[in-house]
């Protein structure tokens, strides 16, 4: 008999996890991903905020699965045929299985505007990242050269919207590049008019971590230099005004949104009931409800419990158990356990040589240069890859020992949202001929 047939869609987190621990069992594993390569998402907004290259995050999925049952297939899934247990993907092949693992992650979670998903940047994937840090550096020169103050303001002005993880180490990431680059390489530019604001619709920033730490990054963010505003909510942008909902406008030419995620949308084609933000409910084995034969992982997954955070660790223990129930109910490994997530706890990086840090199981806190040394230890040892975590430490030793950011290129940025974000303050010039 032939070995099972496992179809794995998604290589994130989750789905990496689960094939990483069937390697070499009897079965075999398909990966399904529409990139390559796996993203190391916890330090994408280093690269928007030009600390690390994009390589030193990407590595090749082929180059992790390499194994004798495990192959990777690029494509994009398209939907399913619970019937005949197959998927589809977009150039029309037919994919079969006898086990699927869903990890198809999630997309960022606009509010329902369409101006502000089409002129926001967002931190979801290296081309997003790498068209943010351009559209940053493009603000500089715009400003360096700009005669009106009111149009410089505008370029000078970025506004994060969520003080979560993300926008809390991005702003703290983005207040560290200019207080090197602007006094550095932009003399036409004064410092003390850049304004890098961080809006949070609630009171508190990092509101999973202990009020003692939210205190501390708050005053961190601020003796960097930047504005912190609770209780503020956008519901609209336009490429050059913000709309808030207690009514006020701000011009700034930059807004970054870090203010949530929403399931894949393949989560609706999935049978099952479904959460209302529309992850799919599973129960304690990780499995949709009537299709023991479908686990559902990571940022889609609701499981019974209901602590389903959207992070990294929650997608690895479930990429994990998922391939040790496969295992399991093929006697290849003993049944575990009802699955419970256990938190190894949280760290945030506040600039140089700065981090708080977290640990719930021992309600252990730490904050400072210590917090720094053990965020830094931590995620060099996640980064998949010896030569990802020297070309980490390569930039990371350029950025901490010589004050240089690692990338100050403008590039993957569109002709055609250049000319959108110059807008009405200039024309172009026009041909003489």
Known sequence: MEDPRIVIAGGGFAGLAAARALRGA?????????RNYFLFQPLLYQVASGDLHAE???????????????????????????RRNQVFLEDGSVVSYDRLIVSLGSTTKFVESQNLAKNAGHLKGIPEAENLRSRILLALERA???????????????VIVGGGATGVEFACGLLELFRVLVPRDYPEIDPGRITVCLLQGGDSLLPDFPP??????????????????????VIDYDGLKISLSSGETVLARTLVWAAGVSPS??????????????????????QIPGHPEIYVLGDMARTREGISPQVAPFAIQTGRYAAQMILASYNLA?????????????????????????FPWKNV???????????LGLHLAKILGPRNRLLALVDWGQDYLFRSATMEIIRSFQTSDIAQNIGE?????????
């Not at 590595?59 to 297939?73: A, S, Y």
């Not at 360096?144 to 970025?158: G, Y």
């Not at 575990?336 to 708080?356: E, I, K, Q, T, W």
């Not at 806190?365 to 965020?375: D, E, H, Q, S, T």
Request: proline share 8%; aromatic share 10%.
């Open 26 to 34: 009897a079965v075999r594993v398909t990966l399904i991903d529409t």
């Open 56 to 82: 030193a995050i990407a590595t090749p999925i082929r180059r992790i699965l390499r194994g004798k049952n495990q192959r990777f297939l690029l494509g994009t899934l398209t939907g399913f045929d619970f």
């Open 144 to 158: 360096s050269v700009c005669p009106d103050p009111k149009e410089q303001d505008s370029w000078l002005t970025f």
């Open 212 to 233: 003692s730490l939210q205190i501390y990054a708050r005053k961190r963010v601020e003796s960097l230099g930047g504005a912190v505003r609770f209780h503020t909510h």
């Open 265 to 286: 949308v393949l989560a609706g084609h999935l049978p099952g009931e479904k959460d209302p933000s529309g992850r799919v409910r599973v129960n304690d084995r990780l």
């Open 334 to 358: 003993r049944v575990p356990p009802p699955f419970v997530y256990r938190n190894p706890g949280s760290m945030v990086v506040l600039g140089r040589y700065d981090a708080v840090c977290h």
């Open 365 to 375: 806190m730490c904050r400072g240069a210590g917090a720094w040394i053990l965020w």
């Open 425 to 433: 303050f200039e024309e172009w010039p026009k041909d003489p001929k």
